[in-house]
């Protein structure tokens, strides 16, 4: 069975830029990428939608949750270094305690 192309996001913004340009039909840039023309139009499409996002200053919900949840890890990686700290003097102390009964 053959399995479907995958394209990164470079490669698709570099298509749908080229389309946006119109210097080229969209059945020549199809030919130049390899890429199916309707593909081309798809992402062309989502390319033009989102264009606005790139100049706004606003965060969309999912940086806030995002950030949230790197300052909860962060506090997370605190707390258990400072356990990991107090464990390994606790097991020091142990050590030398149990050196001395011997």
Same mark, same amino acid.
């Given at each position: 069975m053959k399995r479907r192309k995958t394209?990164?996001?470079?490669?698709?913004? +570099?298509v749908a830029l080229e389309? *946006?340009?119109g210097e080229k039909t969209?059945?020549?840039?199809?030919a130049q990428f390899e890429v199916h023309p309707n593909q081309i139009i798809k992402w062309k499409r989502q390319l033009l939608e989102n264009v606005a996002g790139v100049f706004s +200053?606003?965060?969309?919900?999912? *940086?806030?949750e995002m950030k949230e949840l790197i300052d909860k890890l962060y506090k997370k990686i605190g707390e258990q270094d400072?356990?990991?700290e107090f464990l390994?003097?606790?097991?020091?102390n142990f050590r030398t305690c149990k050196k001395e009964s011997k």
């Open positions: 394209y990164d996001d470079q490669f698709k913004a +570099r389309a *946006v340009k969209i059945s020549e840039i199809a +200053r606003k965060q969309g919900p999912e *940086v806030e400072i356990e990991l390994k003097k606790s097991t020091g």
